[in-house]
């Protein structure tokens, strides 16, 4: 349930279900939906997490050497 803390950090409900019956349908229905958008969240962070893994194990080309620099502004 949506609640608020005082000032001694307790927290107490703001909003009162009817009855014990409609408190536990909306604490479900509640729950049901995070958990649906955690499992949608954690997907696209598996695959990503693994293409970074497959990234890093990849040989890395070492930087290209005696290539001249374009001059910065003001150098002739």
Do not use: F
Request: proline share 11%; glycine share 6%.
């Amino acid at each position: 349930m949506p609640s608020r803390a005082d000032a001694n950090g307790i927290y107490y409900d703001t909003a009162y279900p009817i009855n014990k019956a409609m408190h536990d349908k909306l604490n479900k229905a509640v729950v049901g939906a995070y958990q649906k958008e955690m499992e949608k969240t954690r997907e696209p962070r598996s695959s990503s997490l693994s293409n970074l893994r497959q990234k890093q194990s990849e040989p890395r080309t070492p930087p290209q050497t005696g290539t001249k620099r374009p001059p910065n502004r003001g150098e002739r």
